[in-house]
């Protein structure tokens, strides 16, 4: 069943690049970077000044080891790296243009390539604990021209220096008045997402208080207009449920029981259509 809503969103992602303000200190990002995780989520990020470089911010929560990592902004994947039990360990660069690049540090699994081109809030890793790393963290910066600045997520600084909780807004709906977790319902996170092209996000979300999945496709394109537009999940070992149609904002939500058990997960927009591995099998 498809919710009404009739207020029309009224914001969207800024991603062109263009127009940089260069300071005497720092350069004010053109790009409109988001926290490095899914919608919804919520990290503490230490931010200190004998950190290296020390206008990096460190994000972390309870049992994060394998949480999912996102691009902060759409751009090329530059570098992806292994430092072994040094430094950065496994780690991620992506470039946005403009002179400006995000990195992401101590990943347990990376998940890009060099050359492949990445949507804002797409997945591009896990976190982990590798480097010289003493617990499982995600560290992040945002460099120009390779000197790391100073960070703005959403239009804002984050906190230097000290400790701060903040809430994702990494939901790449690309102007659809409605959110996974609107469409899921209270309690579900989101572990994972897709994007296909720019018709449309595929969202797996999760809810830990009763072991359900939930999958929905948020339209990013002919948002109001009914369209071809599919969402559907699979558990390992069951059959697949499908919800397909012509909607306006979005497919779905598809829900399954499926606690410590591998899911494909999947849907379409149009012309365009994804289907994941068999995964998230914790």
Not at 34 to 42: D, E, K, R, V, Y
Not at 90 to 108: K, V
Not at 216 to 237: H, N, P, Q, R, Y
């Amino acid at each position: 069943m498809k919710l009404s809503k009739i207020a029309s969103a009224g914001f969207g992602l800024l991603l062109g690049i263009g127009g940089l303000t260069v300071g005497a200190e720092e350069a004010e990002a053109a790009t409109n970077f988001q926290m490095p995780f899914p919608c919804g989520q919520t990290w503490q990020g230490q931010t200190r000044s004998g950190h290296s470089p020390q206008n990096a911010v460190d994000l972390n929560r309870a049992n994060d080891y394998g949480d999912t990592v996102v691009a902060s902004a759409s751009g090329t994947v530059s570098r992806v790296e292994n430092e072994g039990s040094t430094s950065y360990g496994r780690w991620i660069e992506i470039n946005h243009g403009g002179g400006w690049t995000t990195r992401y540090a101590h990943l347990s699994v990376q998940r890009v390539s060099v050359g492949e081109t990445v949507a804002q809030g797409e997945t591009i890793g896990d976190v982990g604990n590798s480097g010289g790393s003493t617990g499982s963290h995600l560290h992040f910066e945002e460099r120009y021209n390779g000197t790391a600045q100073r960070i703005d997520w959403n239009g804002s600084r984050i906190h230097y220096f000290g400790s701060r909780d903040y809430t994702s807004r990494n939901c790449g709906d690309g102007g659809n008045p409605y959110t996974a977790g609107e469409v899921c319902g209270d309690d579900y996170e989101q572990i994972d997402s897709h994007a296909l092209g720019s018709k449309a996000r595929i969202h797996l979300m999760y809810n830990s208080s009763n072991g359900k999945n939930c999958v929905v496709t948020l339209k990013t394109s002919d948002i109001g207009s009914d369209t071809s537009t599919s969402a559907f999940l699979e558990v390992a070992g069951g059959s697949r449920s499908t919800d397909s149609g012509n909607y306006g904002y979005y497919a779905g939500p598809v829900r399954e029981y499926a606690p410590g058990t591998c899911v494909q997960w999947g849907g379409s927009a149009g012309s365009e259509s994804y289907t994941s591995p068999f995964e998230h099998c914790g």
